[in-house]
């Protein structure tokens, strides 16, 4: 197969004109295609009055295909064969069905590879199910009543599920790839596999975890929802049960000799008993900050220019990083063209915020986190536990500086640059359905963070003109970016207690949907293996 690149079109091209663009680069015929599918496809808004396609095509012809490639620069046009992702055989031996907690994409990913291999995984999920969950989360921003269990938190299909869909990764691995197909062969839109900045959009993703849940189910995997983990059993180092407790509050044991946890970045009861039980963790870097709103039409001309054509091109985004010689580097992070900034509480008397599209990113706002990086020297307490002390601490602070009934704080950008406290709000509408409270930032986050956050705005001024809105909406914190802990684990996959696999971003090890959902094929792959 070869792979032809830098393939660029007007915008609205088909793909008989792509094929075409493709056959010139290359020097023959379409004709001569036995095979034509589209790689990768982004969009060239560096010269804002003449906006491109670009796109990356594989190609199949009959014969002499490494001849035919060797002529061009290895950038331009490559020779290559696909491999298909093989799970390793199935080497475990045990009378006992592996134990995975969590239904978030590490814990979706590595069931659906458990079930495939005949394992009959056993998978509990704190929170309900994705159509229970919606409901529970729609109640607590219209009546303030937070369901500890079950919320943009918690629930099936994890965080990600109340985001944006967000496909991007700076991974490198092969996984990514199985990642983005099977979405697709469960209900996703279809250009994700080869979109440079693939999403699914919140309100589709819900439809197609449902799809991988009941694919699981269908292969003799069990899912339990609203069951939560509360203790582990072990014995000479080795895990034998775990206990939960049912939606009802009765308490279960479960027997097993193997224990994946995909819990996400945020069961912090979940974490802390587990590191009472003598589990290996660490401290790690993680990040805090805020959501930005801007006027999601802003954002397009910023990028596109004033004349760009609305019906072609998609809403704009951003992805932009600062690193001053002198003082904490702030970056953007999770960015929501045409989204909404929404309270992702998970437990009570705390505010923490986020950032959703859907898949049309059709908003009146563009939002996106700006983060501070903490390291963990930083933080004095020398317990694995102390980033999460400082995360309660600051959306504690953040819950009280909001009036003490879920309202979020804000500050429009121009106020904290003028190092004021804002009184009201300009022309930018915030979109946080609990509401917004205009105060101070430096009421809530280190100063340090709010320092890096400034200084960062500036300097992102002076690329997309207009980014310093004096009206723009800072809604605040956002604090679950990533875990500020690691569970240790060996080159099999394992804890200083054998049989218990961490995986995903709640261990450390991942951040984003896609990289969990690759980090739990691994685990699978581990589970497999069966190496101690």
């Keep these: 197969m070869i792979r032809i690149n830098d393939i660029k079109v007007p915008l609205g091209a088909d793909v008989n004109t792509i094929k075409k663009a493709a056959a010139k680069a290359l020097g023959v015929s379409a004709d001569d295609f036995l095979s034509f599918s589209i790689a ?6 560096r010269r804002k009055n003449n906006i491109m396609m670009t796109y990356s095509v594989d190609v199949r012809l009959d014969g002499f295909e490494e001849e035919i490639a060797s002529k061009f620069e290895k950038n331009k046009v490559l020779y290559f064969e696909p491999q298909a992702f093989v799970l390793p055989e199935n ?21 659906l590879m458990l079930a495939r291999s005949g394992l009959n995984p ?16 729609a109640n607590f921003w219209k009546n ?19 985001s944006d ?8 691995d092969g996984r990514v790839g199985v990642v983005l197909q099977t979405f697709k062969d469960y209900g996703a839109p279809h250009e994700i596999t080869f979109s440079a900045k693939p999403h699914i959009g919140t309100d589709k993703l819900g439809d197609v975890i449902k799809n991988i849940r009941n694919e699981i189910i269908r292969l003799g995997g069990t899912v339990k929802f609203g069951c939560k983990l509360v203790d582990i059993i072990t014995a000479n180092g080795f895990i034998q049960a775990i206990t939960y407790t049912d939606e009802k509050g009765s308490i279960h044991d479960l027997e097993t000799d193997t224990l994946i946890l995909c819990i996400g970045h945020s069961p912090r009861d979940t974490i802390e008993m587990l590191y009472h039980k003598g589990i290996n963790m660490e401290k790690k870097a993680f990040s805090v900050g805020t959501r930005i709103e801007h006027p999601q039409e802003m954002i397009n001309e910023m990028q596109y220019g004033k004349n760009y054509n609305k019906a072609l091109l998609p809403p704009a985004d951003y992805k932009l990083s600062n690193h001053p010689l002198h003082g904490r580097g702030g970056y953007t992070f999770c960015m929501c063209p045409g ?7 998970s437990e009570e008397n705390m505010v923490v915020v986020n950032g959703m599209s859907e ?28 980033g999460i002390k400082l995360q309660r601490e600051i959306e504690q602070k953040a819950f009280e500086h909001g009036g003490s009934d879920y309202t979020a704080p804000c500050q429009l950008v121009g106020d904290m640059l003028k190092n004021q406290p804002s009184k009201k709000l300009g022309s930018v509408n915030p979109s946080c359905p609990t509401g917004t409270s205009p105060g101070d930032i430096r009421n809530v986050l280190p100063s340090f963070v709010v320092d890096g956050i400034s200084d960062a ?28 802990v690691r569970i240790i684990r060996d080159e099999f996959f394992q804890t200083n207690i054998r049989g218990i696999f961490p995986c995903g971003e709640g261990a450390g090890y991942a951040g984003g949907i896609v990289s969990a959902g690759v980090d739990g094929i691994r685990a699978a792959e581990a589970v497999l293996r069966d190496e101690t």
């Design 40 to 45: 990768r496809e982004s969009i060239d808004s």
């Design 91 to 111: 080497k475990r031996n045990s009378k006992f069905s592996p134990v995975i907690v969590g239904l978030g994409p590490a814990g979706l990913f590595c069931g």
């Design 122 to 137: 056993i998978i509990i999920e704190r929170g309900n199910d994705v159509d229970t969950r919606k409901n529970d989360i």
């Design 144 to 162: 303030r009543k937070l369901n500890t269990e079950s919320n943009v938190q918690f629930g099936e299909g994890g965080a990600g599920t109340f």
């Design 165 to 172: 869909g967000k496909l991007t990764t700076g991974i490198k």
């Design 339 to 345: 989204g909404t900034v929404v309270l992702a509480s």
């Design 359 to 386: 898949y049309a990113r059709d908003g009146e706002n563009a939002n996106s986190a700006i983060l501070v990086g903490i390291e963990p020297d930083m933080i004095d307490e020398n317990s694995a536990l102390a």
């Design 457 to 484: 705005i500036i300097a992102w001024d002076k690329k997309l003109r207009g980014f310093a809105l004096n009206d723009a909406v800072l809604t605040f914190p956002e604090s679950r970016s990533s875990s500020p």
